[in-house]
């Protein structure tokens, strides 16, 4: 077995710690006595030890991190049996679902190669990405009906810095993903804190204009794209950071540029085109173009990664329906960076999005106090996954439709009009 080489020391030691800080301050305000659940790539080590010095430093109970090697991940397709690819560790899900019961928080750290699985059975790795969501599914729901604090960040791993800047040498790729990191997570700022507070501010903003139109859908038009999106009764939209049921206020996604609601999962209407490629599970899936009907995709293709996609299609009937429309300005400073990070937590923030798949409970009015029942019959989405890609560019309008049918411009060649 080889032993990866260390390149850490082209990342400013300085302003990784701020992330360590930031992670746990603003990501999760990590609160006096509470747990904290970490799972990272072993190549993030050194971020993750910032991030347990200012968890402890915050007053945590106790710091828990499950790590994960993209050989180790690797010698399951090349050495498992058949059998093993419709098998995933429910017990450790179930352990991290009990860990949210009692009041833990969540933190993962986002760094794999997002190609790694590319040159492996696309079956294999529908049914091991199926296998793992069923498992996930009890710790799943405490993150998605936003029952905990809980924060996704990001290290610059070799393997996916090479894929980013693929003609410059790896360690000069890992001081560029790790500047970039760096920049939209606002850690290269004298004051991070302060800065995010800031940010947050003008989410907020553009959550309550929204809001406050009341639309009853979103029309997308633009190359490839002709799509209107029901919004889901009694939708409410978030931006930036938001209060858990348990109370603590935190900013799930460092960086963050987006405004987000729950689409109505039968109200759904027309065609779209990705405009970014989407990263997922190890498979690049580009090109992707659906149409829906009744909220339902009903045809589906990919230039690339098609056979992947349509088994994320039939992971169950609420992967073919929408949990989330977002949306985001072409100029915000992902977009702006001119980069493609090929990792999900980054390019959605460069682009409005829809995510296929399972609705978050608190976008909706008294969201906190809704039954699933109730959820479902105000049109909000159930499934095994929830699946970001991306389908806003600078050639994308967006109007808000009124319940009576009038139009009011909501972004115009990607701007907020």
Known sequence: MTVAPDFSNAIDPA?????????????????KGQDLVITAPISALALVRHITKHAYLAGAGIVTTFYSDEETTLSRYIHGSDESFDKASGWLYDGMAKAYANGAARLAVAG???????????????RANKANSIAYKPALEYISNFDINWNICSYPNPSWAKLV???VPVEIA???????????????????????????????KRSGWLNGQRFSALHFTGPGTDLTVGLADGHEWHGGASVAKNGITCNPNIPTEEVFTTPHALKVEGHVSSTKPLSHQGTLIDNIQVRFEVGRIVEAKASKGEEVLLKVLDTDEGARRLGEVALVPHSSPISASGILFYNTLFDENASCHIALGQCYSKCFLDGASLSQD?????????SLIHIDWMIGSNKVDIDGVGADGSKVPVMRKGEWA
């Open 15 to 31: 302003k990784l710690e701020k992330l360590g800080e930031v992670a746990v301050k603003v990501g999760l305000q990590l609160q």
């Open 165 to 167: 800047f693929p003609d």
């Open 374 to 382: 109730q959820i479902k019959a105000q049109g909000g989405n159930a």
């Open 112 to 126: 794999d190669n997002p190609m790694l699985l590319s040159g492996q059975d696309p079956a294999k790795v529908g």
């Open 174 to 204: 890992v001081a560029k993903l790790a500047d970039a990191i760096f920049a939209a997570s606002r850690v290269d700022q004298a004051d991070p804190v302060a800065a995010w507070k800031t940010h947050n501010s003008e989410l907020a």
